[in-house]
C-alpha cells in the first residue's frame, strides 16, 4: 500500500513547541498516531481534575525532604463533586479545619506555604515538593510557618488560613487547570497582608511551574523576587511588578531591582 500520509509544510517547526500544529493528514482526517495522542492527552486532563489529593503520600514526600511540620485542612467543599460545582465552597474552611488552626498551630510568620490540590493533583503531588525545595534554600531569613495541605482548595483558600496564622504573607501552591499537554502543571499564588474577601488583583501569579514550562529553581526565583519586594514594600497584586527576568538578564541581585509601587 502506498503511504497516505500527506505531511504539513510547516512540520519543521514542531521542534519548537509541544503545541498541535502541523499534524499532516490522512485522506480527509487526522493521522492514526495524532489522533490516539490527543484522546490520550484528553483523557489525562479529565483524570487530573478528578483524581483525587493522596495527602498521606504528600506528606511522606514532604518529611523525606525535611519538611516535619505539615498540617492538613480541608475546605467547605464536602467531595470532589461539590468542589466542581460549587467553586465558592472551595474557597473557605471547613468549620472543623479553621477550628483546627485556631487552637493549635502558632501564629504571626513572615510567610505560609499551603498546597492545595486544585483542578491537577497530579501537579501538587508531582511539582510541589521540588519546588519547596528550591525556594527554602533562598529563604534563611525569613521565619517560615508550618506547610499546609489544603485538599479541595481554590486559590483564595490560601487567604483564610493565613488570616487565621496571621501569616504577613501566604503562597498558594495549587494544581492548575490541565491543558492538553500539560495536566500536572502548578500556579503559584502571592498574597501580602491575606484576609477573607482579598481579591486576585491584590495577588501575583507564577504559572506553569513544572519540568517542562518553568522549572522549578527559575520559579523559586521568580517568587523570591517577588516575596523580597513584597516584604519591601508592603503589597502584592498589580501595584508589584515581576521584573525578575530583568534582574536574571542583568545577572543584579534582587535587591538593585526596583519594584514599581
Known amino acids: 500500500m502506498s503511504d497516505t500520509l500527506v505531511k504539513n509544510p510547516w512540520q519543521s517547526l514542531r521542534?519548537?513547541?509541544?503545541?498541535?500544529?502541523?499534524?499532516?493528514?490522512?485522506?480527509?482526517?487526522?493521522?492514526?498516531?495524532?489522533?490516539?495522542?490527543?484522546?490520550?492527552?484528553?483523557?489525562q486532563a479529565r483524570d487530573a481534575v478528578h483524581h483525587p489529593l493522596d495527602v498521606d503520600a504528600l506528606r511522606a514526600r514532604l518529611a523525606d525532604a525535611g519538611f516535619a511540620n505539615v498540617v492538613d485542612v480541608h475546605s467547605a467543599a464536602p467531595d470532589?463533586?461539590?468542589?466542581?460545582?460549587r467553586p465558592d465552597l472551595g474557597r473557605r474552611l471547613a468549620d472543623e479545619s479553621r477550628a483546627m488552626?485556631?487552637?493549635?498551630?502558632?501564629?504571626?510568620?513572615?510567610?505560609?506555604?499551603?498546597?492545595?490540590?486544585?483542578?491537577?493533583?497530579?501537579?501538587?503531588?508531582?511539582?510541589?515538593?521540588?519546588?519547596?525545595?528550591?525556594?527554602?534554600?533562598?529563604?534563611?531569613?525569613?521565619?517560615?510557618?508550618?506547610?499546609?495541605?489544603?485538599?479541595?482548595?481554590?486559590?483564595?483558600?490560601?487567604?483564610?488560613?493565613?488570616?487565621?496564622?496571621?501569616?504577613?504573607?501566604?503562597?498558594?501552591?495549587?494544581?492548575?487547570?490541565?491543558?492538553?499537554?500539560?495536566?500536572?502543571?502548578?500556579?503559584?499564588?502571592?498574597?501580602?497582608a491575606p484576609a477573607v474577601g482579598r481579591s486576585d488583583a491584590e495577588r501575583n501569579c507564577i504559572s506553569n511551574v513544572r519540568p517542562?514550562?518553568?522549572?522549578?529553581?527559575?520559579?523559586?526565583?521568580?517568587l523570591h523576587y517577588l516575596l523580597t519586594h513584597a516584604r519591601r514594600l508592603g503589597l502584592t497584586g498589580v501595584a508589584l511588578k515581576d521584573d525578575s527576568d530583568a534582574a536574571i538578564a542583568a545577572k543584579e541581585p534582587l535587591t538593585s531591582i526596583a519594584c514599581h509601587a
Open 101 to 192: 488552626l485556631d487552637a493549635t498551630c502558632a501564629r504571626d510568620h513572615d510567610v505560609l506555604f499551603v498546597i492545595a490540590d486544585g483542578l491537577s493533583a497530579f501537579a501538587a503531588s508531582k511539582q510541589a515538593v521540588p519546588f519547596l525545595q528550591a525556594i527554602l534554600s533562598r529563604l534563611d531569613d525569613w521565619n517560615i510557618g508550618p506547610v499546609v495541605i489544603a485538599r479541595q482548595g481554590r486559590v483564595a483558600l490560601a487567604d483564610e488560613i493565613g488570616e487565621v496564622m496571621r501569616a504577613r504573607i501566604v503562597v498558594m501552591l495549587i494544581g492548575e487547570r490541565p491543558g492538553l499537554s500539560s495536566p500536572d502543571s502548578l500556579g503559584i499564588y502571592v498574597t501580602y
Open 212 to 222: 517542562e514550562g518553568l522549572n522549578h529553581d527559575a520559579a523559586a526565583y521568580k
Open 15 to 43: 521542534q519548537f513547541t509541544n503545541a498541535r500544529i502541523a499534524l499532516g493528514r490522512a485522506g480527509s482526517g487526522m493521522p492514526t498516531e495524532p489522533l490516539l495522542a490527543f484522546n490520550l492527552a484528553h483523557a
Open 80 to 85: 470532589r463533586a461539590h468542589y466542581l460545582r
